[in-house]
């Protein structure tokens, strides 16, 4: 078991075999599931790296833990206490070198149309050597000239690169409330405890939605202050309250049937996420009550003590990861390209109702190939690509800058923290609010499209 276990795995890191578990129990995978799954990989150990670099107390945990660490940071050249190893120059050099990395491929891949030509065996495998250009790449940022002129060019490089992928993660959020409604919405005339689905969800959304404007009413708003907050809080609140409506009125009914009150559910909870998440990253307000100085408009677990910041962090720090690699990884494939072109899917819709649909097939079946050495591997790209691979980098390419940016605080990133990651400052708080409002506009728009222009909807 072990000798073609390890044969396999030679093949996948130096040659163009498809990477799989050496577990036979494990479920199986398909080639271009494998091969997303490896970059996306390589593109989480990235950002842990830059997370590590952002980060005094791991910083000061290296330096207690490690013997002769002063010693071996000035025989690498990195300074006192290895000061160019860390802070947010050091990650905008390493974002540099996996942006490049992505944006190479993207390149290289261009018109790749099949998974037997050499640059699609090297898309798809020599993940050893790939892995070497990568570290190369991050290193390679560190010896670029003109460092302050570089960090200028690259921050306004990275806010746009960032405010894009970030416009595509929106759309993917949409693309999925609609994708939702559809798939469960095929599964009601054969079975109608697919219809009580969808009303137990559409249900638990929309109570999560209130409560959410409820909670942020009582906790993020005050008689004498927060005025922002209230402001914003009643705009969302009624744009959420005019998209549900609108999406169940006779004149949407007529063009999209199938259009319900599940995708609105689903935009109102992001949008009440984001805004939460806006009112948590405002600098806190102080108001002056009987002599004293009060913070106002924060949650108990915002108030500042020590453990509390840490437990807003992680989990804050855990979605929004998890969005990225989510956004990464499913915005190339066929049904997500169409959604992210504002039009009709050209392949032929032939749903089948399943409660897990997210990564899902697009609706074709490839046969199995029992390697014998572990994990079976579906070849699924052997009649032609199945996403593009273009595409694929270049998406991986954005979200290394919208890493790099939000590790660093955006333009906040002077003296910036990780631990501060979700601390107060205008510029998330803007970014985030205004997210909100893309958000709903991208819904509204696929709602009200079919009425515009008409012939990029027909079947």
Known sequence: MCTPCCISQLACCCGSGPCSCCC??????????????????????????CVIMM????????????????????????????????????????CFGMACFFFLFAIFTIRVNNSTGCRAAIHNGFWLLKFIVLVACCAGGFFLPNE????????????????????IQLMLLVEFAHRWNTNWSSGVKYNRLWYAALAFVTLVLFSIAVGA??????????????????????????????????????????LQPT????????????VMYLTFSAFSSKPKEILESN???????????????????????????????????????????????????VCRN???????????FCFGDDTDEYDEEKSGAGQNVVYDEREG?????????????????YVMMTVTNWFHYDDHKIEKLLDGSWSVFWIKMASCWVCLILYMWTLIAPMVCPKRFEA
Not at 314 to 340: D, E, K
Not at 346 to 356: D, F, G, H
């Open 24 to 49: 036979n129990c494990c479920p199986k995978i398909k080639q271009s599931t494998g091969t997303r799954v490896m970059y996306a990989m390589y593109f989480l150990l990235v950002t842990i790296i």
């Open 55 to 94: 980060s005094p107390t791991v910083e000061q945990e290296l330096r207690d833990k490690i013997p002769f660490y002063s010693e071996l940071c000035e025989k690498m050249n990195a300074g006192e206490n290895c000061k160019t190893l860390v802070g947010y120059s050091a990650v905008y050099k390493v």
């Open 148 to 167: 302050e002129t570089f960090l200028e060019v690259w921050r306004y490089i990275g806010a746009c690169g960032g405010f894009l992928f970030l416009l």
């Open 213 to 254: 404007v409820i909670f942020m009413a009582i906790y993020y708003t005050h008689p004498e202050a927060c005025l922002l907050n209230k402001i914003f809080l009643g705009i969302n609140g009624s744009l959420c309250f005019i998209v549900s409506l609108l999406a169940i009125s006779p004149c949407i009914q007529k």
């Open 259 to 270: 259009s319900g009150l599940l995708q609105p559910g689903v935009i109102s909870v992001y």
């Open 291 to 341: 002599g004293m100085n009060t913070t106002v408009c924060v949650f108990l677990l915002n108030s500042g003590t020590e453990s509390d910041k840490k437990i807003v962090t992680a989990v804050g720090t855990i979605i929004l990861f998890a969005c990225i690699l989510y956004s990464c990884l499913t915005s190339t494939t066929r049904r997500s390209s169409a959604a992210l072109r």
């Open 346 to 356: 050209s392949e032929p819709e032939t749903e089948r109702a399943r409660c897990c």
């Open 385 to 401: 690509t199945i996403y593009s691979y273009t595409y694929f980098h270049f998406v991986f390419f954005l979200g290394s800058l």
